[in-house]
């Protein structure tokens, strides 16, 4: 038997529903025990997740797959571009004009990257945590399209 490694293994719209759930879990934690770049970090992750899954359920079974650019725009940790890649744009745009709580905390989440990583102080874990759960949160608004 062979083994396979992280690469080789699909992952499904089901998977990245539960890594977003785990990883907004995990930012709650860390927001509880002070951790801010932790919970920060592991936010934004939550909201790629989650976008992900909803580029995944845009997905047919058996379907021949996409173009190679198209598939190498979908590796990326850009959540605006997720964000179009996912077909979910347009419609957070309409529901921003009439949600305000909804539009400032996109304006929390969406300047998010990955290289935050290498940040070792000044980051607001506690502020992007917010910005994702709640009625009006991101990650809120996001499950119910995924």
Known sequence: MIALTMREIPITRREFQR?????????GVLVRNRKQQGAYYLAGYAVE???????????????????????????????DKLLQLAGIDLQLENDMRTNTAL??????????????????????????????????GVLTWIKQRW
């Not at 890594?19 to 930012?27: F, K, S």
């Not at 797959?65 to 959540?79: A, G, M, S």
């Open 49 to 79: 997740c989650a976008l992900k899954a909803c580029i995944a359920r845009a997905t047919k079974r058996y379907e021949f797959p996409p173009k190679p650019e198209y598939v190498r725009k979908l590796y990326v940790h850009d959540l």
């Open 19 to 27: 890594l977003a759930d785990l990883r907004a879990e995990e930012a």
């Open 103 to 136: 539009a400032n905390n996109w304006n929390v989440v969406k300047v998010w990257d990955d290289k935050t990583r290498y940040v070792a102080s000044g980051l607001k874990g506690r502020d992007m945590y917010q910005a994702l759960i709640g009625p009006d």
